[in-house]
């Protein structure tokens, strides 16, 4: 049954999936995971990885070192503050994700400090300014910023962030989640000045979730050299060991790679890189204005996200998913805190306007009472 609900509404050729993440992978996408498996120290697998990795310094705006890791998201931040943490880190929250950063440092028995802003509002970069000033002993390893906040849909200004604690706090690595925004929203990993970005490739890459693609710097690396217990799976050394001969350090998700590889090309040769982000803007846009009438949105709106919307309706937001669902159309619901009183709409990946304005327009019929 789950099975069956799934063919009629994830995998169609319309996309009627606006779930924040996994998003609406195109069927000739899902087809590439079927190719026949190939040894990953093969000369095939080589070639494959060198056609991503290139097309992946692209999609990050780095000529620095990128790598795939057979690991979702949450995987790769564990290992970003394995190999850039020694004691101290300092996480930015506005939402459930950035706190995730949090919760993982604390797990691994670091001294975690937190700046916070309220649920729905970015990260002000006079407050992590003031803060890293009042905390200039604290000699943090690193800094931690969330791109896209997924549980409220709130973009922060990385720029603007980072430019703040290169001047206040120098040597901290900056750790950038950009989990819900590469592929949807640019990213400038050199020109901002990151030192590891991560995304999971089930959001605006729009695969099947899975793996998660990363750049590091080179400062980074050295900075991992002086930390002599970084693990095996996720010790960013041997993945960079690796990348530099087209290779991983372990068996990966190779199925993964094939549709990797094929999403690249679309995302950079096909649609264009412009383009994407261009559709995506148009995509917040349209979702703003078509549910003005019913819902308010959550956000602040100079920093409202162009991947996801979190929506406060006039009527249950409970109510709302499950007329949608009935029409055929999946919507994600609220997350932690505003859980009962938000729904999300996914407005990211591959869907086409044509089909998120379909599917506005059941929406706005839903809510008309
Ligand atoms: N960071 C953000 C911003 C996310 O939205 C998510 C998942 O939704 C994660 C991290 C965790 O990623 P994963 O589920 O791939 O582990």
Redesign the pocket.
């Known amino acids: 049954m789950a099975q069956q609900l799934n063919r009629s509404t994830a995998n169609t050729m319309t996309a009627r999936y606006f779930v924040?993440?996994p998003t609406w992978v195109r069927p000739e996408i899902l087809q590439e995971m079927t190719r026949p498996m190939i040894g990953h120290r093969s000369n095939e697998f080589r070639d494959l990885f060198r056609r991503i990795n290139a097309d992946l310094k692209t999609l990050f705006d780095t000529t620095q070192t990128t790598f795939i890791v057979t690991?979702?998201?949450?995987?790769?931040?564990q290992a970003a503050l394995e190999n850039c943490v020694a004691r101290r880190v300092l996480v930015t929250t506005c939402?459930a994700?950035?706190e995730?950063w949090y919760n993982i440092g604390e797990s691994l028995g670091y001294e975690v400090d937190r700046q916070d802003a309220d649920w729905g509002q970015a990260i002000d970069p006079d407050a992590l300014a003031d803060h890293l000033a009042r905390h200039q002993r604290a000699h943090y390893d690193a800094v931690t910023i969330?791109?896209?906040?997924?549980?409220t849909g709130v973009t922060n200004d990385v720029p603007a962030l980072i430019e703040v604690i290169r001047d206040e706090a120098p040597d901290a690595l900056i750790l950038v989640?950009?989990?819900?925004?590469l592929g949807g929203i640019p990213v400038e990993f050199d020109k901002w000045g990151a030192d590891v970005c991560l995304a999971?490739v089930?959001?605006a890459i729009a695969l099947p979730?899975g793996i998660?693609v990363v750049a590091v710097s080179d400062k980074a690396f050295e900075r991992a050299k002086k930390h002599p217990y970084r693990g095996t799976y996720f010790d960013f050394l041997n993945y960079k060991k690796n990348a530099d001969e087209n290779s991983v350090p372990s068996t990966p998700s190779i199925p993964h790679f094939y549709a990797l590889a094929a999403q690249l090309d679309h995302i950079i040769r096909g649609e264009g890189l412009e383009a994407r982000y261009e559709r995506h803007r148009r995509m917040r846009e349209i979702t703003h204005e078509r549910t003005s009438r019913f819902a308010k949105l959550a956000v602040d709106p100079a920093h409202a996200s162009a991947t996801v919307s979190a929506l406060n309706p006039i009527v249950p937001a409970a109510t709302i998913r499950a007329e949608m669902k009935s029409r055929g159309y999946t919507l994600g619901g609220g997350y932690g805190q505003w859980a009962d009183t938000t729904f999300r709409i996914g407005h990211m990946g591959d869907i086409p306007i044509a089909d998120l304005e379909a599917m506005l327009e059941a929406l706005a019929e839903v809510t008309r009472g």
């Open positions: 924040p993440g690991a979702s998201g949450t995987g790769v931040m939402g994700f950035s995730r969330t791109h896209n906040e997924t549980s989640d950009a989990v819900s925004s999971s089930q959001k979730p998660t």
